[in-house]
């Protein structure tokens, strides 16, 4: 979650200086906290954005109003941080599996 909150930096950054974020960027960010809230909830990671491709898709041409991407960005990173709590993933990685594999 430390990438995607430094990824989330650079996107405000982009926004104080520019006037606007760079899309392609953001549209990822917010793959990437869809994928992790996902996965905490879960424990199996999921790459298919399934009904919201369309929606990721328009904020990639720019259609998508700032503040409102900046909300879904908020919601799905509170939606990670509460299903941090009861994620079924281990507490820390397997070190010794990663190793062996």
Do not use: I
Not at 37 to 52: A, K, Q, S
Not at 67 to 84: G, I, K, Y
Request: aromatic letters at 6%; a neutral charge.
């Amino acid at each position: 979650m430390r990438y995607a909150g430094g990824q989330r930096r650079k996107l405000d950054a982009d926004v104080r200086q520019y006037g606007q974020p760079r899309w392609k960027h953001a549209m990822h960010l917010l793959r990437l906290l869809a994928s992790c809230r996902d996965l905490l909830r879960t424990g199996e990671l999921r790459v298919d954005v399934g009904g919201d491709r369309d929606r990721l898709l328009a904020v990639r041409r720019g259609e998508v109003p700032w503040a409102e991407v900046e909300s879904w960005m908020n919601r799905l990173q509170e939606e990670a941080d509460l299903a941090h709590g009861a994620s079924p993933l281990p507490a820390a990685p397997d070190h010794a599996r990663v190793e062996d594999f």
